[in-house]
Structures are given as C-alpha cells and as structure tokens.
C-alpha cells in the first residue's frame, strides 16, 4: 500500500472547530463541524452538493451515528436539527466538483451503514 498526503484546514485555526480535509489526488471533499458551529458550516458552497453525511454524538450514554444522503447535504441536515437532539458533531462528504450523482451517493451511503 503506498502513501498518501491529507490536507486538514482548521477554519477558525482551531483543531477543536470546522475544518475541512481533502486528499490529494482525490475528487472528495470533508467538512467535519461541532454542532455549535454547524450555521457556518451549512453556510459553505460544499454543503449544498449532492454528497453523503453522519451526525455523530451519544445517545442514552451510547455513541451514536446517523448516515444520510442528500442532494442538498445543507437542507437535509436542517430537517434533522430539532428531531435528532443528541448529534454534537457533522462530517459532510462531497466532490469538490459537485459531481456526485443520486446512485453515487446511494452507494457511498450503503457503505457507511
């Protein structure tokens, strides 16, 4: 297996907020957010493509994950702010590209889970 570079870039310059990540040679593009911070998040050009999603968090004392897809990752997630209270961290996957198709993100989806 060979090598390969990750670029993180922490937005606010704090390893603990929003940062985005890419692969070099890769398409794909990560924002991961707290919760508190995800309005700025949601707000990015990235987060209105088609792409895949996970709300991380505990639930009833248990780690907890959802795994979605969307056209639109920033509406989705919206719809899911007050029914899924126990998320504290979004990871948004897309293409820097937008170049993700509806099969593209069923696949990915059906990975994840």
Request: glycine share 8%.
């Amino acid at each position: 297996m060979t090598g390969r570079s990750l670029e993180l870039y922490f937005v606010d310059g704090k390893p603990d907020g929003m940062l985005t990540a890419e692969v070099f040679n890769w398409t794909g593009h990560v924002i991961m957010s707290p919760r508190t911070q995800i309005a700025e998040a949601l707000a990015r050009k990235e987060a209105r493509y088609t792409g895949v999603y996970l709300l991380l968090g505990d639930k009833d004392g248990e780690p907890c994950a959802y795994i979605g897809e969307a056209e639109d990752i920033s509406d989705r997630i919206k719809s899911h702010d007050a029914k899924r209270e126990w998320w504290t961290t979004a990871v948004l996957v897309t293409s820097a590209a937008n170049n993700l198709n509806k099969a593209h993100v069923k696949y990915l989806e059906a990975r994840l889970v």
